[in-house]
T-cell receptor
Framework: GAVVSQHPSWVICKSGTSVKIECRSL??????MFWYRQFPKQSLMLMAT?????????EQGVEKDKFLINHASLTLSTLTVTSAHPEDSSFYIC??????????FGPGTRLTVL | AQSVAQPEDQVNVAEGNPLTVKCTYS??????LFWYVQYPNRGLQFLLK??????LVKGSYGFEAEFNKSQTSFHLKKPSALVSDSALYFC??????????FGTGTRLQVFP
């Protein structure tokens, strides 16, 4: 149990376009989902926390208008990188949490912006 | 504020030898501590956690970690390393808002 998927696993896009990344909890209902960003050879940096049906809470320094997060159901959260630029290229990882339990991580999405 | 530190960027060990990956923490209140492993281009896999109870926590793939309150440490250990254990290991602490605060990671390299 506690499987989290992400789609796509990798994406290449042109500068200025928008990219949507999906995060799904496959066998449990996730009250909370988290979005992380990881640069090469660095740790995970929390971008935002989202609860189903409410607005995401963004960490300091993360542009909420650039990284749109939607948590429409208890099994799906999406991250949309709007008007992507090369500096947005990174590895994006989501996680899902049951109430008062550890986070289960997705396999990650590698975004490359040309 | 909660934080964790992983003082070693890389740990090298020969296959069959015991391994230790170090982690120290700083928290207010009771620590909720975790270890995760990350293979190249993959997400994080949960290894083990300490919430309360026995100081020695056993986890996946033969790993264990020892919670030491006096030294504020939570070192990851394995009695006999495998080449397949080579990966990036992250220590993390959960804060009051249920967020995970990660260390900088330690790359474990096990040589045959």
């Amino acid at each position: 149990g506690a499987v989290v998927s992400q789609h796509p696993s990798w994406v290449i896009c042109k500068s200025g376009t928008s990219v949507k990344i999906e995060c799904r909890s496959l066998d449990f209902q996730a009250t909370t989902m988290f979005w992380y960003r990881q640069f090469p050879k660095q740790s995970l940096m929390l971008m935002a926390t989202s609860n189903e049906g409410s607005k995401a809470t963004y960490e300091q320094g993360v542009e909420k208008d650039k990284f749109l997060i939607n948590h429409a159901s208890l099994t799906l959260s999406t991250l949309t990188v709007t008007s992507a630029h090369p500096e947005d290229s990174s590895f994006y990882i989501c996680s899902a949490s049951k109430v008062y339990n550890e986070q289960f991580f997705g396999p990650g999405t590698r975004l490359t912006v040309l | 504020a909660q934080s964790v530190a992983q003082p070693e960027d890389q740990v090298n060990v020969a296959e069959g030898n015991p391994l230790t990956v170090k982690c120290t923490y700083s928290v207010s209140g009771n620590p909720y501590l975790f270890w995760y492993v990350q293979y190249p281009n993959r997400g994080l896999q949960f290894l083990l956690k300490y919430i309360t109870g026995d100081n020695l926590v056993k986890g996946s793939y033969g790993f264990e970690a020892e919670f030491n309150k006096s030294q504020t440490s939570f070192h990851l250990k394995k009695p006999s390393a495998l080449v397949s254990d080579s990966a990036l290991y992250f220590c993390a602490v959960r804060d009051d808002a249920d967020k995970l605060i990660f260390g900088t990671g330690t790359r474990l390299q096990v040589f045959p």
